[in-house]
């Protein structure tokens, strides 16, 4: 439990997750007071205990109903069901820097969905990173934000890492500040280990293109992303970066893309170790001689050519070569070649 400078006191959630396929459940309690929880960024008030869990829901096919009504997310969609005690006022996380938004209030809503189906809510209360909700039934909700006008994001760079015997593989997200969508992406990358950095300072603005450098000789693709406001879609789009292990610490890059120029908007070092700090201990044998068949799909770049495809001629003469060296050593053990010194 930590409470921060803004009043609130963060709580850590208990995690429950049965099935990999079905998302996690968040358990919290709290006395009376001012609460965030350290995962999703959820905030609410109560004035005696209360215990709550929820779940972060797939908004796929709700936004697309949302698009149709001129609405785009601005968070994550979050069922929430309380146990015990009641919740005085509910804050909903938000990614949308409201700084440049004209009438605030009248540019966000509440979406609701309960057994009638989709119910659009005007809000009463917008903070920098927060909507307010006052003595709310609860159901699946989430922020929504007009469209029709550029908006900037908070923003996450997710970083995850993967070593083998001589290459070390990375996959780099741009992504709304959308704890749902990082909850899919761990998941999506169990095999791979995170790599913690700070999230980018700055807002970014949405449909703008990124490229991503590296410090050290690196294989990118693609050349450049683009980030957007479609939680979903942001899943399968990455930056798949391959290099030999590396020697030292190197810089990461991330750059807004504009008129042929590059302008910088993140930059982190990578210390050696994160790189390649190794596998965990249930894929240890098999990470350290390299990809398996079953892990070809991790191989496929993200415009659809094939890691073994890419470098064909390599590994063929590395087998080649391998292949040569086995026979030396069968025909150095054979007694008889020994004789005749063929060895």
């Not at 807004?256 to 190794?278: A, D, N, R, V, Y």
């Not at 249930?282 to 991790?298: F, I, K, L, M, Y």
């Not at 191989?299 to 087998?319: A, M, Q, S, W």
């Amino acid at each position: 439990m930590m409470k921060d400078s803004s009043g609130w006191t963060k709580l850590e959630p208990e995690v429950n997750s049965t099935d990999e396929d079905e998302a996690s459940t968040y358990s919290l309690k709290s006395e009376a007071g001012n609460f965030e929880c350290s995962v999703s960024g959820l905030r609410w008030v109560c004035q005696d205990k209360v215990s709550f869990k929820y779940q972060f829901c797939s908004s796929e096919e709700p936004m697309k109903r949302m698009e149709m009504m001129r609405y785009m997310p601005a968070g994550p969609l979050i069922d929430i069901t309380v146990i015990s005690g009641k919740l005085f006022e509910v804050y909903l996380p938000h990614w949308i820097c409201i700084d440049d938004i004209p009438k605030v209030l009248q540019q966000f809503a509440v979406l609701h969905i309960d057994d009638c189906g989709d119910v659009v809510e005007k809000v009463s209360e917008v903070t920098s990173s927060h909507v307010k909700l006052c003595e709310p039934v609860f159901s699946p909700r989430a922020v929504l934000v007009k469209m029709g006008f550029p908006v900037k994001i908070h923003c996450n760079v997710l970083i995850y890492s993967k070593a083998y015997a001589s290459c070390t593989v990375l996959h780099v997200y741009l992504t709304p500040l959308d704890p749902a969508l990082k909850e899919t992406i761990d998941k999506d990358n169990k095999e791979y280990k995170f790599i913690q950095k700070p999230r980018p300072n700055k807002d970014l603005k949405m449909q703008q293109d990124f490229n991503l450098t590296a410090g050290i000789t690196a294989e990118i693709c693609p050349e450049k992303i683009t980030l957007s406001n479609g939680s979903q879609s942001q899943r399968s789009i990455f930056f798949d970066v391959h290099f030999k292990n590396p020697i030292s610490d190197f810089n990461l890059t991330l750059s807004q893309l504009k008129k042929g120029k590059c302008k910088t908007c993140w930059s982190h070092k990578i210390l050696k170790e994160e790189s390649t700090g190794g596998p965990s201990s249930e894929n240890e044998s098999r990470d350290t001689a390299g990809p398996s068949a079953g892990e070809t799909a991790q191989y496929t770049t993200v415009d659809g050519e094939h890691f073994v495809d890419k470098h064909r001629t390599k590994l063929i003469n590395r087998l080649r070569t391998q292949k040569e060296t086995l026979r030396g050593t069968a025909t150095c053990s054979d007694p008889e070649s020994s004789n005749n010194g063929s060895c």
